[in-house]
């Protein structure tokens, strides 16, 4: 039988997370390189037609915008209830104005997703 996943026999290994030392030497290197021409690249995609260069573009983005993820309006007012909840165990006499605020806020987008 194997390991249990997230487990290692190595106590000090590589913490959850972190990049191996091999992909964060690559990335700086594709940073310094595309860094050191970026005048070649302008003048590279300026020669290319718009269709082409929009493509090249939106690739370039992929690696520099973080891609947005969905989320559904029901896990959204679960998540803001959960929210509520550890507000009132941790200050209950301070929640009061939050609470309002996030209900006010959990009304509308009730009010959206029956739309």
Known sequence: ????????NNPDGRPAGT???????L????ENL????LTLIETDL?????KDRLIILERFLQYTIPKQQSISVEAQIQAEYEAIELLLDKAP???????TTRLIKLNKLNKKSDE
């Open 19 to 25: 990049p191996n030392r091999i992909t964060s030497d």
């Open 27 to 30: 990335r700086n290197w594709i």
């Open 34 to 37: 595309i860094s050191k021409n």
């Open 46 to 50: 300026k020669k290319l037609e718009p």
């Open 1 to 8: 039988m194997g390991l249990q996943k997230g487990k290692t």
């Open 93 to 99: 006499e301070q929640a009061i104005d939050e609470i």
